[in-house]
């Protein structure tokens, strides 16, 4: 065998030098990396987006049973307080089932309610067979599974009488049982996660009390 040919197939066996496998693995890296945040990205939208939904639907199923319990009421009674706090609060004498009271309680911090813990940030449904109690979580419990993160500036409940005019004395219970004809409610929602980039939303609903309502050219309001 000729000497050129020898070395023509020495050539042929060499492999990968070590700067050609580096560059190779450092090419590799970079791809992998490239995909890896690709798709972290892709799973936190799909993250987010769930999550919204989620609260979305939760909140809406909260809101719609405070809406309930205000439509069907016979009227607004702040009887169960001793310190009533209407932005935060409402106390409603039900005409189904008879002799029911309810209760909606906003906390934006622990407290105990009704002799319960109920925690921060949350809306909880109470009920009573007496105006003045004892009030317990209602069965089925219907507490916000949401961040409810209404501020001071911003009432969960508001009073409103058949003129259309907003009650603003909240710290006259009888006006609020005698005149108040509708309540607007608004829940100011934040996810309970921690997901950067979910969005805090509000959702409302302003609700007749039916009662009320058509007694208004009757009552003693001005």
């Known amino acids: 065998m000729h000497r050129q040919e020898l070395l023509a197939r020495r050539k042929s066996d060499v492999g990968m030098t070590l700067i050609e496998l580096s560059v190779v693995l450092f090419l590799m890296s970079i791809m992998l990396v490239i995909a890896g ?21 939760q909140a809406s199923t909260v809101l719609a049973q405070v809406s309930r319990d205000i439509r069907s009421a016979h009227q607004v009674t702040f009887v169960g307080y001793s310190s009533p706090s ?38 909880t449904r109470y009920a ?8 317990t979580v209602s069965n089925p419990t219907i507490t916000t599974p949401v961040n409810v993160v ?3 500036a911003s009432p969960v409940f508001r009073y409103f009488q058949g003129n259309g005019s907003e009650i ?5 219970p009888s006006s609020l049982q005698t005149c108040t004809t509708r309540v607007l409610v608004s829940l100011t929602v934040g996810t309970q996660k921690s997901i950067s980039g979910v969005a805090t939303f509000q959702i409302g609903n302003d609700v007749a009390i039916t009662d009320q309502d058509n007694q208004w050219g009757s009552l003693p309001c001005s």
């Open 168 to 172: 603003t004395t909240i710290d006259s």
């Open 128 to 135: 009573s067979s007496s105006a003045s109690g004892p009030f």
């Open 86 to 123: 209407p932005t935060q609060e409402i106390e409603l004498q039900m005409n189904q089932p008879a002799g029911t009271w309810v209760e909606w309680v906003y906390t934006p911090s622990a407290a105990t309610v009704n002799g319960t813990t109920q925690g921060a940030h949350t809306l």
């Open 150 to 152: 209404n501020g001071s």
């Open 37 to 57: 945040t690709a798709l972290f990205s892709l799973q936190q939208t799909a993250t987010r987006n769930d999550t919204t939904v989620t609260d979305e639907q």
